[in-house]
């Protein structure tokens, strides 16, 4: 099994709607990280979370909401999607150290917003 | 703050030539440098990391980047491309403020021609 595992791998959904991503991870990591890819922009920070009751926005965290329910989910939401949220969506985690060692990543989300 | 510059969204390089990948950052501490790697439809992996010690580390895949303090550089290469190298590579450096996030560059894209 991948050490972190994102669900759903493809989501297509209409404008409007609520929408939640899922990340799990088996690294016993404490911090978990939510970012968006898109093409020639690189990956840009949403929200993270250094442990369970430490959530903290990043760069483009208007439109998303997060939830740590455990030390090892961490959600994102869409609470009213919109067309220029289509993205594809990594999960990544890391140490306390802030990822000495280097983030872990997910396969990512692909989600499309018509 | 921490930065990192990529030169070049894409590099075109032929089967068995020399890859070299451009990055340079700025960071206002010694730095933890990173290079990752992603192939179509999956996450980023990570290929090398300098921390501290030698300044030329190796990775997978025989790629090597090189830690230039004065130059403030941290190029990826490898002697010999394959065809299987095509994919995006990101550098990225651990900041040294807001709990040590990890920040990315924008990403080169790399082809490899036969």
């Known amino acids: 099994d991948a050490d972190v595992t994102q669900t759903p791998r493809n989501r297509i959904t209409k404008t409007g709607k609520r929408i939640m991503l899922e990340c799990s991870q088996t690294k016993g990591h404490d911090r978990m990280y939510w970012y968006r890819q898109d093409p020639g922009l690189g990956l840009r920070l949403i929200y993270y979370?250094?442990?369970?009751?430490?959530?903290n926005k990043g760069e483009i965290s208007d439109g998303y909401s997060v939830s740590r329910q455990a030390q090892a989910k961490f959600s994102l939401s869409l609470e009213s999607a919109i067309p220029n949220q289509t993205a594809l969506y990594f999960c990544a985690t890391s140490d306390h150290r802030g990822g000495a060692d280097g983030y872990t990543f997910g396969s990512g989300t692909r989600l499309t917003v018509v | 703050a921490q930065s990192v510059t990529q030169l070049g969204s894409h590099v075109s390089v032929s089967e068995g030539a020399l890859v070299l990948l451009r990055c340079n950052y700025s960071?206002?501490?010694?730095?933890?440098l990173f290079w990752y790697v992603q192939y179509p439809n999956q996450g980023l992996q990570l290929l090398l990391k300098y921390t501290t010690g030698a300044t030329l580390v190796k990775g997978i895949n025989g790629f090597e980047a090189e830690f230039k303090k004065s130059e403030t550089s941290f190029h990826l290469t490898k002697p010999s491309a394959h065809m299987s190298d095509a994919a995006e590579y990101f550098c990225a450096v651990r900041g040294d403020t807001g709990g040590f996030k990890t920040i990315f560059g924008a990403g080169t894209r790399l082809f490899v021609k036969a």
């Open positions: 960071s206002s501490v010694p730095p933890y």
């Open positions: 979370s250094f442990d369970v009751k430490d959530i």
